[in-house]
């Protein structure tokens, strides 16, 4: 009896111990409950992910005809917006492999102007078809062959000259008379001169990546080397005539020479390195430098220093045709470009990766018509630092 009592009240106190527990579960979940449903209302209504719209690319289709005969030469296709027409020349290339790329020229219409490498399809393209006209330009060379071939020849010919070859003079004639110092100071002057221009031609000048024809090669190689051939023949003639003040002319001559020849350097290491903020480039300043001073009086020291040196060799020398060479020199600089060392004016490049001073991308006004282009410049009569271009 006792024993059934005491099962009874452990029995209730189990189910009392449970019913608690229960609650208490209960609880907890109307807490949570509540608190996910807050949150849930906070949080806003549920919005779909935005689906992923993958854009399309659109291309172009190039039709080539021949600027002369208007027949179709090749379709390229699948040209992209951002695509060149340097990549167009590629495509043709591969389509037509007998004309390279630097011997295309492409145009929007016939008888205009020849489209850059770097412009877009997208900026030419009126509709997803793009018509352009194909000129076959010739034979091209890279400037860097056409300026160290221009510069050689003038070193090797004067060379030649000097050693008085039996071809040139008459042997007896130049056994019978010795040379004049000024003779052999004429040599090192002049090797020196294109020895800078070979030198700074590899290792400072930026030269364009672009190419000319064939004939301008030739032009330019007729003209340094025929005034060079010209120049060496009277200065290394047996019959040859000093200086009429002596040794005072030539030294003088000698020293003026070689300070504008070392201007002429700093000058055109500077241009090569121009002070520049992000994409605009600012125009050289005078430094430290004193030979960088020039610039507080012409815009373009270079062709100062340039026709210093061929004035002193004049008057070093005493013989007229080294002055017209350098008169025409500087004017057949300025006619065309692609003989300009290094380009007078500043641009701010296109494609480029740098802002830099270029040759052979555009033509520069002519103003380098021998030192009447200099002192055109100066900023006394202009008050301008910069030049003009035109396309």
Not at 121 to 135: D, M, N, Q
Not at 164 to 177: A, F, N, P, V
Not at 318 to 341: A, D, M
Request: hydrophobic letters at 40%; charged letters at 15%; aromatic letters at 12%.
């Amino acid at each position: 009896m006792f024993k059934r009592h005491r099962s009874l009240a452990s029995e209730r106190k189990r189910q009392l111990f449970l019913q608690g527990v229960t609650r208490s579960i209960l609880k907890n979940d109307m807490r949570n409950f509540h608190s996910l449903s807050q949150f849930i209302l906070s949080a806003g209504p549920l919005r779909p992910t935005p689906a992923v719209k993958h854009a399309k690319t659109a291309h172009f289709e190039i039709e080539i005809l021949d600027a002369q005969t208007r027949t179709q030469i090749c379709i390229v296709d699948k040209v992209t917006q951002a695509s060149t027409i340097h990549d167009v020349k590629q495509k043709f290339h591969k389509a037509c492999p007998k004309w390279y790329p630097s011997r295309i020229g492409l145009q929007l219409e016939c008888g205009g102007p020849f489209l850059k490498d770097y412009i877009t399809i997208e900026s030419v393209a009126a509709s997803s078809i793009v018509t352009l006209y194909f000129t076959d330009l010739g034979q091209q060379v890279g400037w860097t062959t056409v300026f160290l071939a221009e510069y050689t020849g003038p070193l090797l010919l004067y060379l030649l000259f000097y050693l008085r070859i039996s071809y040139i003079y008459d042997m007896k004639e130049c056994l019978g008379r010795s040379r004049h110092p000024v003779v052999h100071l004429a040599c090192f002057c002049h090797c020196m001169h294109y020895i800078r221009y070979l030198l700074e031609t590899l290792f400072v000048h930026k030269v364009s990546a672009g190419h000319t024809p064939l004939k301008n090669l030739i032009k330019g190689c007729a003209f340094y080397w025929g005034f060079t051939s010209w120049i060496a023949y009277y200065i290394n003639h047996p019959r040859y005539t000093p200086p009429s003040f002596g040794n005072r002319q030539i030294t003088v001559s000698a020293i003026n020479f070689l300070i504008c020849e070392a201007g002429n350097h700093f000058i055109n290491v500077m241009l090569a390195h121009p002070n520049h903020t992000g994409n605009n480039a600012s125009f050289p300043s005078p430094n430290y430098n004193p030979f960088t001073w020039m610039f507080f009086l012409v815009s373009c020291p270079n062709y100062t220093y340039e026709i210093g040196s061929w004035i002193s060799f004049t008057v070093m020398t005493q013989t007229l045709p080294v002055l017209s060479n350098g008169i025409l020199l500087r004017r057949n600089c300025g006619n065309n470009p692609g003989h300009l060392k290094l380009s007078p004016c500043l641009l701010a490049s296109r494609d480029y990766e740098d802002p830099c001073w270029t040759i052979g991308e555009h033509e520069c006004v002519n103003w380098s018509n021998g030192i009447m282009g200099i002192l055109a410049h100066t900023k006394k009569l202009t008050g301008l630092r910069h030049m003009w271009w035109k396309e």
